[in-house]
């Protein structure tokens, strides 16, 4: 009996490769479960219903030539800045509103050669600017725990999707915490590779020197295997990292135990119950051979700053290109200071607008030294804090989020929903990778919601992560998990 | 640091259109965004000026593809084409106002 609520890709593999259903029924599931509960949701911005089926009668096909990959036929929810070769893809924003790529991602191609079923494109922020979807041009999703509460973001959409069993898993991007932060409130995993595992060819660029696509799923291990699937070098993407072959092999059982909390940098801004919850997951860890220390990161209580210069002045120089000249909106002027201005004027929303003003003041004349370039040398301080701590411990570790979803409409101030990315930020800063796994849950208004534990590790130490993270999951049995 | 910003100036460098409201919102909001990220100031007096960790990544200027096999492709996401060019309004002008 095919049961979604506590299918995993795992479970799927093993089901599909037996024969027990095929791709196409699975993938008919999904697709009446988006049109039964979607409309209500707000996940998907579009549902490729016939490309779905016909992928998956190609994945069946496979299938029973006994030539399945570990992804053949798994049913997958994209994030609306992902390219997919003929299909619409608009960051969220009016600007792109129509626009259709012209080629496919790396990531897309991985996919496409494993046969994944492409189910649709998942609500974002506007250009993943926001932590909550509420900066959509299309309208919010909503949490499926709370749907008076946001689902996080910029990746809310598709933490929403796989939270909501709309699809098995998904891909979000992550540039200050937009996987983690929507995978923490929606109770699923997500992770943020090392900067540079996996190829940003293809994904409509928000901070280039902080993006990575990242997979949000069910389980630690399902994340394991969509992560195998798209890393890899890129030669199209000249950060991209060579060699990374080592990444996600790791020794289950056998990996380093030292784990170190920031004390000093989480003595402010967590909720109370929060706070016991993160404790109580070091406690089960302890018990299962965890060694917690605490570990000086003095510059951490700079991230947020150095991160809202950095990111918006990237941002700025990368949205610079929706101009109404090659692709996109293009509001009809007299002449082409008018087409850019009023092109951009209106095709963008108000958050967009306003990183795009921080990010030219940060960088223009008379002020990029002292904001700009101040920020690049803070990273770097940051950075060092992150690799003298792995001197001393295997991984870091906090809460994800500093409380649980939040409602529609509180964190109304631009500066307190950037709060909400406070140990989520330090991360891409450093452009190590990090996990976030549920762990716990508190009690709001008569609502449990999930909460997520933050796994921080080296560069291109994603195996250790999934090590750890099994651990965690351990101490938090949830349906889906197999004995 | 003086927590007046010229948004106007800043948005006509951006190319981006702002209402008068939008305006005098920024005004509020972009200094209180600004006042915030000053933070670090305290903190680079201690971190050295750094030179950027990076290097140009390019590829041998080789093996060219076919000509025109793109341009359909890309030039149909165009929002005004003449033929096989997108089309723009002029840029430079002849005459000065």
């Given at each position: 009996m095919l049961d979604i609520k506590t299918l995993t890709i795992a479970g799927a593999r093993r089901d599909l490769d037996a024969k027990k259903y095929s791709s196409l029924e699975l993938t008919k599931v999904y697709l009446s479960e988006i049109e039964k509960r979607d409309t209500e949701s707000?996940?998907?911005?579009?549902?490729?219903k016939d490309s779905a089926l016909a992928e998956a009668k190609a994945a069946d096909e496979r299938i029973y030539r006994d030539e399945?990959?570990?992804?053949?036929?798994i049913p997958i929810a994209i994030k609306d800045n992902i390219l997919i070769e003929g299909r619409v893809v608009s960051a969220g924003s009016k600007i792109l509103e129509n626009y259709i790529a012209s080629y496919d991602s790396i990531c897309t191609e991985k996919l496409k050669s494993q046969n994944v079923v492409f189910l649709g494109r998942t609500n974002m922020d506007e250009f993943a600017m926001?932590?909550?979807?509420?900066?959509s041009a299309f309208g919010p999703s909503k949490n499926?725990?709370?749907?008076?509460r946001t689902p996080g973001g910029s990746s809310g959409g598709s933490a929403a999707a796989v939270a909501g069993n709309l699809a098995l898993a998904a891909l979000g991007s992550d540039t200050g915490g937009s996987v983690r932060q929507p995978a923490a409130f929606c109770g699923v995993v997500g992770l943020k590779p090392t900067?540079?595992?996996?190829?940003?060819?293809g994904l409509i660029a928000m901070g280039s020197s902080l993006d990575q696509i990242g997979p949000l799923t069910k389980t630690v291990e399902d994340s394991r295997l969509l992560f195998e699937a798209i890393r890899g070098y890129d030669p199209?993407?000249?950060?991209s990292l060579e060699?990374?072959?080592?990444?996600?092999k790791v020794i289950d059982g056998n990996h380093g135990r030292r784990l170190g909390v920031p004390r000093a940098f989480l003595k402010?801004?967590?909720q109370p119950d929060v706070l016991q919850n993160f404790e109580k997951t070091l406690s089960a860890l302890e018990k299962a051979g965890y060694e917690i220390q605490d570990v000086e990161?003095?510059?951490?209580?700079h991230s947020l700053a150095v991160y809202y210069i950095v990111m918006p002045a990237e941002a700025s120089t990368n949205l610079a290109?929706?101009?109404?000249?090659?692709?996109g909106l293009s509001v009809p002027a007299d002449n082409i200071e008018d087409t850019y201005r009023k092109t951009r004027g209106i095709g963008f929303g108000q958050e967009v607008r306003r990183r795009i003003l921080v990010g030219t003041f940060v960088l223009s004349a008379g002020y990029a030294d002292a904001y700009y370039r101040k920020a690049r040398a803070v990273r770097e301080i940051i950075k060092a804090d992150f690799m003298n701590a792995f001197n001393s411990v295997d991984a870091i570790v906090t809460p994800?989020?500093?409380?649980p979803a939040f409602k529609f409409g509180?964190?109304?101030d631009p500066l307190s929903m950037y709060l909400e990315d406070i140990f989520t930020v330090p991360v891409n800063l450093a452009g190590v990778p990090a996990i976030s796994v549920p762990a716990g849950s508190v009690l709001r208004e008569k609502v449990m919601l999930p909460l997520g534990f933050q796994i921080i590790g080296k560069p291109e130490d994603e195996g250790l992560l999934f090590s750890i993270g099994k651990d965690v999951e351990r101490a938090y049995p949830a349906p889906w998990r197999t004995a | 640091m003086s927590s007046k910003v010229d948004v106007a100036a800043l948005a006509k460098l951006a190319r981006l259109e702002v209402s008068k409201e939008e305006l005098h919102k920024l005004e509020n909001e972009i200094p209180a965004i600004l006042a915030f990220v000053e933070t670090i100031q305290k903190v680079?007096?201690?971190?050295?000026i750094s030179k950027a960790n990076l290097r140009n990544v390019m590829r041998e200027d080789?093996?060219?593809?076919?000509?025109?096999?793109y341009t359909e492709s890309l030039l149909s996401t165009a929002p005004a084409r003449e033929g096989d060019r997108i089309a723009v309004k002029q840029v430079i002008k002849r005459n000065k106002e």
């Open positions: 707000h996940s998907f911005l579009e549902v490729f399945s990959a570990p992804l053949t036929g926001g932590s909550s979807t509420e900066n499926p725990h709370d749907t008076a900067y540079g595992a996996v190829s940003r060819f199209n993407d000249s950060t060699n990374n072959a080592k990444s996600g402010e801004g967590i990161m003095p510059n951490l209580a290109r929706f101009d109404g000249i090659r692709y994800t989020t500093p409380g509180e964190k109304s | 680079s007096a201690k971190a050295p080789e093996n060219p593809h076919e000509t025109g096999i």
